[in-house]
């Protein structure tokens, strides 16, 4: 994949990531738009981060909640990826 093609949906993928984090929680509403948007950009699922990340929201959805330790490590990165730790 170019590298022009790859930076839109990571683009788009940080403003997934600030939407989720905005509010502190993580919901099952938000867990499941953030995987439709995956689902759309399937091409970063082998990316490792995406990789992890989507393993958890899957997880979380099949569970119908998101326990503390999924919900630290999404937090975690999500914080990382928008460079706010």
Request: hydrophobic share 35%; charged share 40%; proline share 1%.
């Amino acid at each position: 994949m170019k590298r022009r093609t790859r930076r839109k949906p990571i683009y788009s993928f940080s403003k997934e990531f600030a939407t989720v984090i905005a509010d502190g929680d993580i919901n099952k509403y938000e867990l499941e738009m953030l995987k439709k948007w995956m689902d759309e950009n399937e091409q970063l699922k082998e990316t490792y981060s995406f990789k992890e990340i989507f393993k958890v929201v899957v997880n979380a959805i099949s569970k119908g909640k998101i326990d503390s330790d999924e919900y630290k490590f999404l937090l975690k990165h999500f914080k990382e990826f928008l460079k706010l730790e």
